[in-house]
Structure formats: structure tokens, C-alpha cells
């Protein structure tokens, strides 16, 4: 089992250098995330999908957009790469049946992107 | 606002010491408590998660109450070991107007022999 799965593992940009941090899920989760870490810091999240063809924003979406036109795949890409972006990103999948993880239902993460902009 | 609050670290503990993490959150409604753990070099995993008061979560020795009364779900362990060495999340899930996760800033431990 692969799990979540993320591509690359680390990266350097330049400022205003664009690139996308890939994500799968070999899970069939309806349910995608993506996060991200600063030091010190808990998660924040960036942006979430719900199932395929439907995104949205979360805490912290400037900078970032997302599309998701498939189940397996959930792409975050940086458009022009500042300073303030300099983070580790961290995708994430949940499956429920409901859609509520008040229910409990479980995140699972992949092992992260380290990004570091000069 | 919702929040979470962890206790600062790093802690640095003996094996077989124990081991209290305190955690205490904020929210609007009635949230599922979780504690998750993040070992070097990877994403964070599912260590337990309680859905409402009074649950208590387990698993690999670590336990967690959910104590409404005092807004708390702090994790125990008995006896750590070396293995234990990680950052560990406390973190609630509401429903707003996405399924929310708030994570607390994590809690760095290192347990030596």
C-alpha cells in the first residue's frame, strides 16, 4: 500500500519561479488536503477538495491554487514563489461515508515537501 | 476563536519515565479530539482520537481523555521508550463551513537511554 504519496521531496525556487507539488492517494478518499508547516508552528490549511471536479479554500489559500480532476490526484501549484513560502507541505486524505470528520474519520498523511524560497 | 493549545517543548525524559503531554482547546460546538505523531523525516500519523466526552483514546501505550469539564485531552504514557522520539499534534475537527482541523503547535520529545 502506497498510501498518500508526494512529489518532489525537497525543492529550491527562486523568487517568482512557479512549480506544482504533486500529490496521490491510492485510497479511493474523497476527501484532500493540503497543508502547510511552518517551524514551530501547527498545520495550516491551504486548501481542501472534497471530491473530484470540486475545491476550495482553506485558513491560508494566497499564493497556492489547487485543481482536482481525478479521485487519485490533488496538484498544488505555486504560481510566483516568495520568501513567505519557504515551508514543508503536506498533503492529506480522509475517507467518510458522510463527509464529517466529526465523526472521527481519519486523516492520512504523505511524508511532505521541504520548499525552500531564496 | 478555535484553537488548540499544547505545552511548550522540547521534553527530554529517561526511558521507562512518564509521560504527560498537556493539551487544552478552544471551540464553538462539540469537537472530535485527536493526537497525532510525526517521527523525523515523515507526515504525521493518527495516534488516537476520542468523539466525545468522557471517550478515552488508546493505542501503542499512549492513552487521552476527552474532558469536556476542563476543555482538555491531554496524552499519557507509562513508560516510554527511546522508539517514542517524536513531535506529538494535538488537534480538534468541527464542521463550519468546511470539515475544520485545527492543529496545536506540536510538542517536540526525546526519550534517551
Redesign the interface.
Known amino acids: 500500500n502506497a498510501g498518500?504519496t508526494q512529489t518532489p521531496k525537497f525543492r529550491i525556487l527562486k523568487i517568482g519561479q512557479s512549480m506544482t507539488l504533486q500529490c496521490t492517494q491510492d485510497m479511493n478518499h474523497n476527501?484532500m488536503y493540503w497543508y502547510r508547516q511552518d517551524p514551530?508552528?501547527?498545520?495550516k490549511?491551504i486548501y481542501?477538495s472534497v471530491g473530484a471536479g470540486i475545491t476550495?479554500k482553506?485558513e491560508v489559500p494566497n499564493g497556492y491554487n489547487v485543481s482536482r480532476s481525478t479521485t487519485e490526484d490533488f496538484p498544488l501549484r505555486l504560481e510566483l514563489a516568495a520568501p513567505s513560502q519557504t515551508s514543508v507541505y503536506?498533503c492529506?486524505s480522509s475517507s467518510s461515508a458522510t463527509?464529517?470528520?466529526?465523526?472521527?474519520e481519519?486523516?492520512?498523511?504523505?511524508?511532505?515537501t521541504r520548499l525552500l524560497v531564496l | 476563536g478555535d484553537s488548540?493549545t499544547q505545552m511548550e517543548g522540547p521534553v527530554t525524559l529517561s526511558e521507562e519515565a512518564f509521560l504527560t503531554i498537556n493539551c487544552t482547546y478552544t471551540a464553538t460546538g462539540?469537537?472530535?479530539l485527536f493526537w497525532y505523531v510525526q517521527y523525523p523525516?515523515?507526515?504525521?500519523?493518527?495516534l488516537l482520537?476520542?468523539?466525545k466526552a468522557d471517550d478515552k483514546g488508546s493505542n501503542k501505550g499512549f492513552e487521552a481523555t476527552y474532558r469536556k469539564e476542563t476543555t482538555s485531552f491531554h496524552l499519557e504514557k507509562g513508560s516510554v521508550q527511546v522508539s517514542d522520539s517524536a513531535v506529538y499534534?494535538c488537534?480538534l475537527?468541527?464542521?463550519t463551513s468546511?470539515?475544520?482541523?485545527?492543529?496545536?503547535?506540536?510538542t517536540s520529545l526525546s526519550v534517551i537511554p
Open positions: 498518500v476527501y514551530g508552528m501547527g498545520l490549511l481542501y476550495d482553506g503536506f492529506a463527509g464529517r470528520l466529526t465523526l472521527g481519519t486523516q492520512y498523511f504523505g511524508p511532505g | 488548540v462539540y469537537p472530535s523525516g515523515e507526515g504525521l500519523q493518527l482520537k476520542a468523539t499534534f488537534a475537527s468541527l464542521i468546511y470539515d475544520k482541523v485545527i492543529f496545536g503547535p506540536g
